[in-house]
């Protein structure tokens, strides 16, 4: 006789929306602390945060804890939670880091890459640049710029995304995350550094991926970060 399977039990109702409310509390809170709404350094209490966003203590705590794996929030016995501090160590730390794990993932997915991959990287090329096209014409407003950074990530992800490692492209997020608060204020800033054509860096990048020269593509993203991390060095002083 076949013995039957119990269902699995639905999940509480009450379980999936703390879900969704910490989900909303990280972004809200994490892209104000990418901006610089928060200064680095300062206390994020919750009664404080609570007000700002209308959320609960729960969905709030467990977007703190999230954010401190980020490296974007810190903790300290007694004193709760603060913005991570800006350095140029950290900075640079944070970027060779991230092109030594997205150097490595480029090779794999250019020896890996089929097809569907070369699309996708076209296809992310496209997208960016016509993004910021936009930004660069017009008076963009904070969701124009978002929508920029959403698209240059989505570019950088599909560069490395048939890498055959889901630790290697987890680790490229996060230190994509990592340094995304140094780069956002001259995104934001509508100023590019005018001795940089950005747009030619990503596309000689792609051409060498879809080229199939894994030495030029890795050295070109390397130096593309690296540039990045020059202009942000000079900024922080």
């Known amino acids: 006789m076949k013995r039957s399977v119990a269902a699995r039990p639905a999940e509480p ?3 999936r929306e703390d879900e969704t409310l910490a989900m909303v509390a990280y972004r809200r809170l994490r892209r104000d602390i990418v901006t610089g709404a928060f200064a680095p350094g300062q206390p994020l209490r919750l009664e404080v945060l609570r ?3 209308g ?3 729960s969905p709030l705590r467990e977007a703190l804890n999230r954010l401190q794996a980020e490296r974007l929030v810190v903790a300290a016995a007694l004193r709760g939670f603060s913005v991570a501090p800006l350095s140029t160590e950290e900075m640079w730390d944070a970027t060779e880091t991230r092109i030594l794990i997205e150097t490595e993932a480029l090779r794999r997915s250019i020896e890996r890459g089929d097809d569907a991959w070369e699309v996708q990287i076209v ?3 496209h997208a960016l640049a016509l993004q910021a096209r936009r930004v660069t014409s017009n008076a963009a407003n904070d969701d124009e710029f978002w929508l920029l950074e959403a698209r240059h990530r989505d570019f950088h992800h599909a560069l490395i995304a048939s890498c055959g490692s889901p630790r290697l492209t987890s680790l490229a997020d996060q230190l994509h995350a990592e340094t995304q608060r140094y780069r956002l204020p001259s995104l934001a800033g509508g100023s590019p550094s005018a001795k940089r ?3 030619r860096e990503h596309r000689d ?3 060498a991926a879809l080229g199939r020269t894994p030495t030029e593509a890795v050295a070109l993203l390397a130096a593309h970060y690296r540039r990045t991390a020059e202009e942000r060095a000079a900024a922080l002083g």
């Open 123 to 125: 296809a992310a090329f």
């Open 205 to 207: 990048i792609m051409e």
């Open 51 to 53: 007000q700002r966003y």
């Open 13 to 15: 109702a009450a379980s």
């Open 55 to 57: 959320l609960s203590f």
């Open 197 to 199: 054509d950005i747009a």
